[in-house]
């Protein structure tokens, strides 16, 4: 079975800073691509980030300048770097990767921004 499992949520101040981990039961290589998506309370859930095995990323333009996503190939991991974070970010952040052409999601991981 295939796998991915984040962590790394929490509770944050606006303007702080969060790193989000999704960890995959198999080598992140096997994977077509992998990526970050969210989904406030009452909201659809929105692409965050996205990234290919070979390094394009893509981002929404809500996160542009502040998230970074990247990769741990050897730690089959896919990281998400939230800095500035703003109260609108407060979401559950899910992991998704694409794997035969299948999406596998993960369980979610909250994140919330708040003074």
């Known amino acids: 079975q295939v796998q991915v499992v984040e962590s790394g949520g929490g509770l944050v101040q606006p303007g702080g800073s969060l790193r989000l981990s999704c960890a995959a039961s198999r080598s992140i290589f096997g994977f077509n691509g992998m990526g970050w998506y969210r989904q406030a309370p009452g909201k659809e859930r929105e692409l965050v980030a996205t990234l290919s095995n070979y390094g394009p990323t893509n981002y929404a333009e809500s996160v542009k300048g502040r998230f970074t996503i990247s990769r741990d190939n050897a730690k089959n991991t896919v990281y998400l770097q939230m800095n500035s974070l703003k109260p609108e970010d407060t979401a559950v952040y899910y992991c998704?990767?694409?794997?035969?052409?299948?999406?596998?999601w993960g369980q979610g991981t909250q994140v919330t921004v708040s003074s």
């Open positions: 998704n990767a694409v794997f035969r052409g299948v999406n596998v």
